[in-house]
């Protein structure tokens, strides 16, 4: 008995330093497409996308830029720029099919990601824009599936 105590303390300790140890990375997981027709053709309709899909991009990442410390003129300014991405965003992902919508902002969030624009907290806070960013275009699906997963 005193050993399988000893060895349950043990167990325990090791668990708690590992814990102690753990560096957070964030994953943003992708839901993937169930027909693989579709992912090559949510894949094209992407690649052909990709500079315009920049702007879902700005727009993003416009909207984690703090302004409590800015001029009213300069927000006023930033507020402008930001609607003007979202528009041009919107555009974008219109003219896209309904099922890759998602897929092409799921695509911008990971290449922020994987150019270490985004982490953390702040990867979650982005992602959560990101989910409705459809709606906000006023496109269908109202939601986009997209899990931050802190390591």
Not at 13 to 39: C, F, H, Y
Not at 58 to 67: C, G, N, V
Request: hydrophobic share 30%.
């Amino acid at each position: 008995m005193a050993k399988l105590t000893i060895l349950a303390f043990t167990l325990l300790a090791l668990l708690s330093l590992s814990k102690a140890s753990t560096i957070t990375t964030t994953t943003v997981t992708l839901d993937e497409e169930e027909n693989p027709r579709g992912q090559q053709s949510c894949r094209e309709q992407i690649q052909r996308q990709r500079e315009q899909l920049r702007h879902c991009a700005q727009y993003l990442s416009s909207q984690r830029r703090p302004y409590d410390e800015e001029p009213l003129r300069m927000v006023t300014n930033q507020q402008q720029q930001q609607q003007q991405e979202l528009r041009q965003c919107c555009n974008q992902l219109e003219n896209m099919d309904e099922q890759c919508r998602c897929e092409a902002i799921r695509q911008v969030l990971r290449r922020q990601q994987e150019r270490g624009e985004l982490e953390g907290e702040e990867m979650q806070q982005v992602a959560q824009r990101a989910r409705s960013l459809p709606s906000r275009c006023n496109l269908r699906p109202q939601q986009c599936q997209i899990r931050v997963v802190l390591f």
